[in-house]
């Protein structure tokens, strides 16, 4: 838990991590924002790992304690500043990532 609310004061820098709103209906959209940036960090981070434990080298490295600290809601390699290019017609190729 507390390493989600480290990645949600991340994800929400603006206002110091507050919503700072009193509607409901603004409330509400943030907190939608917010759900889904954490479901996209999930998903590309758990493909990242899979892609990375394909790697027989790898696996052999790691010791159960090593197992047992993996989670996809890492956020250390996100640039939560600047220019995001981004093309909607071009998949992530995570294979080549884990090589």
């Not at 700072?20 to 759900?35: C, P």
């Not at 899979?50 to 052999?60: E, F, I």
């Amino acid at each position: 838990m507390e390493n989600w609310n480290s990645a949600n004061s991340f994800v929400v820098f603006g206002k110091g991590g507050e919503i700072a709103t009193n509607r409901v209906r603004d409330q509400e959209t943030a907190a939608h924002a917010l759900h889904l940036l954490q479901s996209s960090l999930v998903y590309v981070n758990t493909r990242m790992v899979q892609s990375v434990l394909r790697n027989p080298d790898v696996v052999a490295r790691l010791s159960p304690e090593d197992y047992r600290g993996l989670s996809p809601l890492i956020y250390l390699h996100i640039n939560p500043y600047g220019r995001f290019e981004v093309d909607l017609d071009k998949r992530i190729d995570f294979e080549r990532m884990a090589a």
